[in-house]
């Protein structure tokens, strides 16, 4: 290309005399953080990290080579999207539920979660119900691909989205501080293989939102709910037989 071919200015893409512009995407910098948290979440997922293991802020800055500093934002993180617990005076453990508190934290998501999308029918637009759709549409293409970090990234995301059209930040906030560590847990824990109708019965609250009147809409959510908790509680000991009733309510 010569000089006079070619015309470069400070914030706009070279142009070519009788071609078109080229233009390229801009390249998004990857902190030494995000790049700590994105290994470490693809230890859980693998399994070489397993639910209640404890991370060493020390022997990870080793191995990766970085700052402890570093490590500790990166676990502050991961604290906050429920992938680790952080025990004071004591140290950093991969998040671990027991049976119970399973059984306890999926009983209260059937009904907070029901509550919010309760609010949310007589709030969300045409456009937010578009929206959410193309949420589950994604979620779906990850469990077509078996990828489990993309599948629990969006999973989240697609309830968290739900929760916000509830329009109380009180009731959305309590739903992600107590199920944010859940999910993480239940993809960490569960080696079983992502489906993609796993996937697609996030369709149904959807679908109930765009169209079901109540009481229509409220039992088909909470039927959608009962059945991702009872695959929930596949995971881990079998709740006791007055708790798996209650869930097939």
Known sequence: MTEKSAVATEG??????????????????????DRVIGALKDAFLEGLLKPGDPIVEREVARQMKVGTPVVREALIALQGQ???????????????????EVHQLCMLRIEFETMALQWARTRATAEDIERLQLMVDSIVEAAGKGNRKEFMERDIEFHRA????????????????????????????????????????????????????????????????????????????????????????
């Open 12 to 33: 706009r893409p070279i142009v070519d005399e009788g071609k078109s512009i080229l233009e390229f995407p801009p390249i998004q910098p990857v902190s030494l953080t």
């Open 82 to 100: 429920g992938f680790v617990r952080r025990v004071t005076n004591t140290g950093t453990y991969v998040t671990k539920f027991d049976g119970e």
């Open 162 to 249: 739900c929760w916000r059209l509830s329009g109380n930040r009180f009731l959305a906030e309590t739903l992600d501080r107590l199920m944010a560590p859940l999910f993480a847990f239940v993809v960490v824990a569960s080696r079983a293989q992502l489906t993609v109708f796993m996937a697609r019965e996030h369709y149904d609250l959807v679908n109930a939102l765009r169209a079901l009147p109540e009481p229509e809409f409220t039992a088909s959510v909470r039927k959608t709910l009962s059945g991702i908790a009872m695959r929930w509680l596949a995971t881990v000991p079998h709740p006791a037989p007055e708790d798996a009733a209650r869930l097939e309510q």
